[in-house]
T-cell receptor, first 113, second 113 residues
Framework: GAVVSQHPSWVICKSGTSVKIECRSL??????MFWYRQFPKQSLMLMAT?????????EQGVEKDKFLINHASLTLSTLTVTSAHPEDSSFYIC?????????FGSGTRLTVV | AQSVSQHNHHVILSEAASLELGCNYS??????LFWYVQYPGQHLQLLLK??????LVKGIKGFEAEFIKSKFSFNLRKPSVQWSDTAEYFC???????????FGAGTTVTVRA
């Protein structure tokens, strides 16, 4: 079946540094990918929609200059958290549309210290 | 925009007990409905989905859900749970012409052996 590979699975970084998270569709082409953020005991909140070859569409309240999304190919979307702060610590999940469904990455646990 | 409400935050039950997780959504138009499961340390997996047709949907691992349009509900059921059903369960919805998924807050299910 369709697989989305997300890396890294966890990362710890210092405040002020940037972190890049990768999301790859392994056996299909993903024109559209989604990036979610999940706080403990809360729902997945959609951050942005990533479209291959064009700018990402951000949800209201999400800082596009802080959460940089690049979807340069049909199999790779990246999320870069720039100038990370402790409040950016969270679980980030990507997903891709495949057929009439969605395939999810395994998520990235980001801890900013 | 759609919103999704899951009534139970944490459900604890014994093996062989029956499970029912509530899900209500708020959206006036036609919707697609999903239930996802997230086992510890794994990615979200689709349990079942409803697009149209028979409102009683059967999914994987013995799960089923019933769409009741008049109640805006899509409750998940399993007649007899197993220890391996311990996981986080998410209800999600989108409009047919919108790929964005809206998730409920999730329900943690703990099955005691």
């Amino acid at each position: 079946g369709a697989v989305v590979s997300q890396h890294p699975s966890w990362v710890i970084c210092k405040s002020g540094t940037s972190v890049k998270i990768e999301c790859r569709s392994l056996d299909f082409q993903a024109t559209t990918m989604f990036w979610y953020r999940q706080f403990p005991k809360q729902s997945l909140m959609l951050m942005a929609t990533s479209n291959e070859g064009s700018k990402a569409t951000y949800e209201q309240g999400v800082e596009k200059d802080k959460f940089l999304i690049n979807h340069a190919s049909l199999t790779l979307s990246t999320l870069t958290v720039t100038s990370a702060h402790p409040e950016d610590s969270s679980f980030y999940i990507c997903s891709a549309i495949q057929g009439n469904g969605y395939t999810f990455g395994s998520g990235t646990r980001l801890t900013v210290v | 925009a759609q919103s999704v409400s899951q009534h139970n935050h944490h459900v604890i039950l014994s093996e062989a007990a029956s499970l029912e997780l509530g899900c209500n959504y708020s959206y006036g138009g036609t919707v697609n409905l999903f239930w996802y499961v997230q086992y510890p340390g794994q990615h979200l997996q689709l349990l079942l989905k409803y697009f149209s047709g028979d409102p009683l949907v059967k999914g994987i691992k013995g799960f089923e859900a019933e769409f009741i349009k008049s109640k805006f509900s899509f409750n998940l059921r399993k007649p007899s749970v197993q220890w391996s059903d311990t996981a986080e369960y998410f209800c999600a919805v989108n409009a047919p012409n919108d790929y964005k998924l809206s998730f409920g807050a999730g329900t943690t299910v703990t099955v005691r052996a």
